[in-house]
């Protein structure tokens, strides 16, 4: 091993140590501390998505009083584009069970002294949790019905149960890559059984709009994320359309937006929590597309080079701005340079695709500073994405890998990166 690498293995383990300790709950503890601790004072704003946004257009439903119709009140005007965003994973964030193909457990599985197990009879899923005493005798046996399910499936789903009137989650979770139920994210290192409540800032992430009642239950208005959450309130626009200077000022149109308004319309959810501090009296569901988020919200300290958070799901924003693709193309590389929600086709139709967007900035033979013979060998279709967005396990949710967004250059420091694991 190269030995300059020595001091930097060692300070990376070191960081490991640390930082497992005060977060083996990951995203979904992540909610939990942003809404309970103090938020520490971290001050200085390092945005690094700070692009000086010149002609800002103005929109007139980024004011408050718009009011929302849901997807409902866009489908008739807009059938390819509903079609299209139907298929992408955040068009099926959100369903009722009775909406899932829920699958029973095979085998239950244990964890520490508790027992799970999945129950489906007709469309009526039933998560089981029974504590096991000496001999593994039965104690105690709790049977929840399951109301609700997070994730389209893309990478697992987490369940939520209404029993007490109030939402909580299950224990159990699907992961896709197992093909298996398993506890949920965190639980290895706290279970709270089916006692976690879910909060606001979870559904505003995964739901369409929840709002918080004066008692503080949560009432959700439509469950996958809508077009509105993209395109702003559609109550002006369904009455009248309106080309002005190129641009219609009742609905937002992402691909008309400047680079830093165009990603803070995906930051609302794709930033981490732990990445941004709420100001006061500017709460997030206050924002509206069209707008600039960090009227709502102040980046916070999150070094972007620390591997550890790094490493973290959700992940995507710091390790865009991190690279050098976008440091140096002033910013002009965007979310949608290479995602567009209205685009959604097979994994290598779109592996393909962005391929031919590295291509928009870069040559195939002049860029890489890998020589081609060397390249071929090592990847027979010159994979771009293979060595410089590799995916790799995330650290905060188990069983669970992403794609780096560093866009790195593929050194053997980066890949031992890549390496660390979850304890
Ligand atoms: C009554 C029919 C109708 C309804 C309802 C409607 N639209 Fe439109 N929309 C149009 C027409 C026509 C255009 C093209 C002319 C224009 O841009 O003003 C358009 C354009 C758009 C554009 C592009 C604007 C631009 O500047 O490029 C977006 C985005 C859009 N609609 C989203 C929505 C969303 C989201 C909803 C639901 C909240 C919705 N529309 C409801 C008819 C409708
Ligand atoms: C309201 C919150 C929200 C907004 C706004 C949002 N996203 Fe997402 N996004 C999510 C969630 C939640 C998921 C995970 C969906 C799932 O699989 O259940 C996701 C998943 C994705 C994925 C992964 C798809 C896959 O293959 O699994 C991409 C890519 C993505 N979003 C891009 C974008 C872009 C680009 C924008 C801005 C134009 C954006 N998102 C805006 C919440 C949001
Ligand atoms: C800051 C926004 C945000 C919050 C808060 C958040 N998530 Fe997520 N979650 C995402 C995004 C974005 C993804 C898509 C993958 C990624 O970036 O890791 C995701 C992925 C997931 C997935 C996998 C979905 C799939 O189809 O593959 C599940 C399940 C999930 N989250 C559950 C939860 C639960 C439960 C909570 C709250 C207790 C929560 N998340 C809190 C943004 C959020
Ligand atoms: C996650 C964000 C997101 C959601 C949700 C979303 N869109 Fe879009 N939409 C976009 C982006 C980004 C573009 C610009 C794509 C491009 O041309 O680069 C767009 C473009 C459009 C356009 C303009 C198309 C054109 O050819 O100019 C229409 C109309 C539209 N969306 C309607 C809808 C409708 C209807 C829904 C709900 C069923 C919806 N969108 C949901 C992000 C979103
Ligand atoms: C918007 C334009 C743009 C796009 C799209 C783009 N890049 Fe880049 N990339 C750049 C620029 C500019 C640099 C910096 C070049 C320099 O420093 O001379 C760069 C640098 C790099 C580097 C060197 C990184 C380092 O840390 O030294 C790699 C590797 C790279 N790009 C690969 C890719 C790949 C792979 C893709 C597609 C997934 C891609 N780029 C897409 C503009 C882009
Ligand atoms: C240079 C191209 C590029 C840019 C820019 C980019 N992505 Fe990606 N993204 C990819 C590739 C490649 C994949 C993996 C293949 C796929 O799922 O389509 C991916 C996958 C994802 C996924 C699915 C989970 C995963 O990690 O595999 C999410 C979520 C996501 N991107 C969010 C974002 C967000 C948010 C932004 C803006 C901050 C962004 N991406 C910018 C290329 C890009
Ligand atoms: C087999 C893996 C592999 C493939 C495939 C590959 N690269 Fe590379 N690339 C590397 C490595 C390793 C380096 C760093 C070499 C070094 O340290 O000089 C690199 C360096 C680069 C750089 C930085 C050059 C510099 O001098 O700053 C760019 C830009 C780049 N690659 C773009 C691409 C693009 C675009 C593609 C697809 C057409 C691609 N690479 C395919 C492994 C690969």
Redesign the pocket.
């Known amino acids: 091993m190269n030995s300059k690498l020595i001091p930097f293995l060692i300070l990376i383990l070191l960081m490991t140590g640390i930082a497992v300790f005060f977060s083996s709950f990951g995203e979904w503890e992540s909610v939990e501390r942003n809404e309970t601790a103090a938020t520490p004072a971290v001050a200085q704003n390092v945005s690094r998505s700070r692009r000086v946004e010149k002609d800002v257009r103005e929109f007139k439903n980024t004011d408050l009083k718009v009011g929302y119709l849901g997807d409902e009140g866009c489908v008739n005007c807009h059938i390819p584009e509903t079609e299209s965003y139907r298929k ?3 068009g ?3 369903c009722k069970i009775s909406d899932f193909a829920a699958k029973p457990t095979k085998e239950p599985f244990v964890a520490g002294n508790f027992r799970y197990s999945v129950e489906v009879k007709d469309k009526q899923v039933t998560h089981i949790e029974e504590e096991l005493g000496a001999g593994g005798k039965v104690i105690k046996r709790r049977a929840e019905p399951i109301s609700l399910v ?6 697992g ?1 987490s369940f939520l149960t209404e029993t007490t009137g109030k939402l909580t989650q299950s224990p159990i979770s699907w992961y896709t890559s197992l093909d298996q139920y398993k506890l949920a994210p965190g639980y290895e290192g706290q279970n709270l059984h089916f006692e976690r409540p879910i909060r606001q800032a979870c559904l ?5 709009q929840v709002e918080v009642k004066a008692d503080k239950s949560l009432a959700l208005h439509g469950l ?2 809508g077009c509105e ?2 395109h702003g309130p559609g109550e002006l626009h369904a009455k009248e359309q309106k080309l002005v200077d190129g641009y219609d000022p009742t609905i937002v149109n ?1 691909a008309k937006l400047g680079l830093s308004r ?2 803070d ?6 930033l981490q929590l732990e990445a941004r501090d709420e100001l006061p009296g500017k709460p997030l569901t206050d924002f509206r ?1 069209g707008q600039d988020i960090e009227k709502f919200i102040r980046r916070n300290n999150t070094p972007v080079s620390d591997p550890i958070a790094r490493l973290k799901a959700v992940g ?1 924003v710091f390790q865009m701005e991190e690279s050098r693709c976008y440091i140096r193309s002033e910013g002009k590389l ?3 340079t ?4 209205h685009d ?1 086709r097979e ?1 290598e139709a ?1 592996r393909l695709d962005i391929i031919k967007k590295c291509l928009d900035c870069h040559t195939v033979d002049k860029d890489c500073s890998l020589p081609m013979p060397t390249r071929l060998i090592k990847s027979p279709s010159d994979d771009c994405l293979a060595c410089h967005m590799p995916v790799r396990n995330t650290i905060d949710i188990g069983h669970t890998s992403l794609t780096d967004h560093a866009i790195s250059r593929n050194t053997p420091a980066y890949q031992s990166m890549l390496k660390i694991e979850k304890p």
């Open positions: 992408h994973p955040m099926r964030s959100m997070i994730g389209s499936g893309a990478r789903n505003f992430c995964h739901s369409n996958s994320i959450r993209c992402p165009k990603d319309v995906c930051y609302q959810c794709h597309p995507h965007n979310c949608t290479c995602h567009n929600p959604y994994p779109r």
